[in-house]
């Protein structure tokens, strides 16, 4: 990220209006990310630009360059920011529950209360016509990201012991919840939210199998 020049640190940091300099920055720097935001989750998104940013926020490409060196960097932390928010909201939700379907259940409705409270975040990370070289760079961190959570957190809710089968069922479950959130973000499926957050759990949660080194057993 680039920082304020030299030449204008004590301009662009003084306090005015009552409001620091910090805070202003702080403030732009939001309002960039919210333009960015706005213009990926567009129905037909193109190219994300310092030009269309700094118009869509009502700022000048002075004050993009004092919190982002491109368009680039812009569009990678936005999609940071979400992955961030989920994760962490996520991972409470499920350290919350007090049985292993509690437990998924508090990840699920996590992650589903980000998207709904904010549809652009959900379009974001999973709508397939983002075609950009970041955000594909992106999904397929957050894809390794999620599956290694999923992977990590399989013994609190499965009778499983690890291994290769593990993983590969964790991918599988990490693709199948992100297509069913996209699908349900693009309005493809026409389900309330508590309906949602069951098929989801049903689909994460594998009650009846169990898994070891060995080969995949069905008890």
Not at 42 to 69: D, H, K, M, N, Q
Request: glycine content about 10%; aromatic content about 6%.
């Amino acid at each position: 990220m680039s920082g304020v020049s030299n030449s204008d640190d004590a301009a662009s940091l003084r306090a005015y209006g009552g409001e620091s300099g910090d805070a202003r920055v702080a403030r732009r720097r939001t309002a960039l990310i919210d333009a960015a935001l706005d213009m990926l989750a567009e129905p037909e998104p193109g190219s994300v630009t310092v030009r269309g940013i700094c118009a869509r926020a009502a700022l000048t490409p002075r004050y993009f360059y004092e919190s982002f060196a491109n368009a680039d960097v812009l569009v990678a932390e936005t999609y940071d920011l979400i992955i961030g928010q989920i994760a962490e909201r996520a991972l409470a939700g499920f350290d919350a529950g007090s049985s292993p379907r509690g437990k998924v259940v508090g990840a699920v409705e996590a992650i589903v209360d980000v998207i709904e409270s904010d549809p652009r975040k959900g379009r974001v990370i999973f709508s397939d016509t983002l075609r950009s070289p970041v955000i594909a760079a992106k999904r397929a961190e957050m894809i390794a990201l999620f599956t290694n959570l999923t992977f990590q957190s399989a013994p609190a809710v499965a009778k499983v012991s690890g291994g290769q089968e593990t993983l590969a069922a964790a991918h599988f479950q990490v693709g199948g919840l992100g297509r069913v959130l996209a699908s349900w973000t693009e309005g493809l499926i026409d389900l309330d939210r508590a309906e949602l957050v069951g098929i989801c759990v049903q689909m994460l949660l594998p009650e009846s199998r169990t898994v070891d080194p060995s080969g995949p057993k069905l008890s």
